[in-house]
């Protein structure tokens, strides 16, 4: 695609139910993250998935928290019983792999717990 | 580990003023480094970066900022603000070409009339 996909744009759900964020990286990108930006909290570091090497997952918060990456190419970020506190906008990026390559965002998912 | 610190929360500057917005790392390599801009409603988008070869290294929209190893800072500047550059602007770090990138908390910057 022209750009990185992610949706829903928008989701509201109640604490306690489970919600799947997705993300469709541009075509042929190794690299994929996932981060999560709360207001005033910056860009908090989630997962970063690269070619078909182990993903490194030392920012996800807890155990409720996992992604998968099929294909090497779409993400699906998995937040289980959901609490107030996940509510953020979480945003994918991908890049071609290389290490100087820039990153490119999606618009994001905006998470809102009830 | 590495880590990326930018001092002030909230920036503000007359139009026409100097940008200065402060990042410092800490990293036990000389690592990569990057600025980040969000623009009010849009996506994020690379302003610059440094890799290897030149500190200073120059953006898009007149901004520049250079690597200072001894500091372990890489601010950023831009001599004339304008009103378009009101934003919020992240500073990112990555300690090899394998490893993740990690983003600061981020600088409003404001801009005067």
């Known amino acids: 695609g022209a750009g990185v996909s992610q949706s829903p744009s928008n989701k509201v759900t109640e604490k306690g139910k489970d919600v799947e964020l997705r993300c469709d990286p541009i075509s042929g990108h190794t690299a994929l993250y996932w981060y999560r930006q709360s207001l005033g909290q910056g860009l908090e570091f989630l997962i970063y998935?690269?070619?078909?090497?182990?993903?490194?997952k030392s920012g996800l918060p807890s155990d409720r928290f996992s992604a998968e990456r099929t294909g090497g190419s779409v993400s699906t970020l998995t937040i289980q019983r959901t609490q107030q506190e996940d509510s953020a906008v979480y945003l994918c990026a991908s890049s071609s792999g290389t290490w100087k390559e820039k990153l490119f965002f999606g618009s994001g998912t905006q998470l809102s717990v009830l | 580990a590495q880590s990326v610190t930018q001092l002030g929360s909230h920036v503000s500057v007359s139009e026409g003023a100097l940008v200065l917005l402060r990042c410092n790392y800490s990293?036990?390599?000389?690592?990569?480094l990057f600025w980040y801009v969000q623009y009010p409603n849009q996506g994020l988008q690379l302003l610059l970066k440094?890799?290897?070869?030149?500190?200073l290294v120059k953006g898009i929209n007149g901004f520049e900022a250079e690597f200072k190893k001894s500091e372990t800072s890489f601010h950023l500047t831009k001599p004339s603000a304008h009103m378009s550059d009101a934003a919020e602007y992240f500073c990112a770090v990555r300690r090899s070409s394998a490893s993740k990138i990690i983003f600061g908390s981020g600088t409003r910057l404001s801009i005067r009339p």
């Open positions: 440094y890799t290897t070869g030149a500190t």
């Open positions: 990293s036990s390599v000389p690592p990569y």
């Open positions: 998935f690269q070619g078909n090497s182990a993903p490194d």
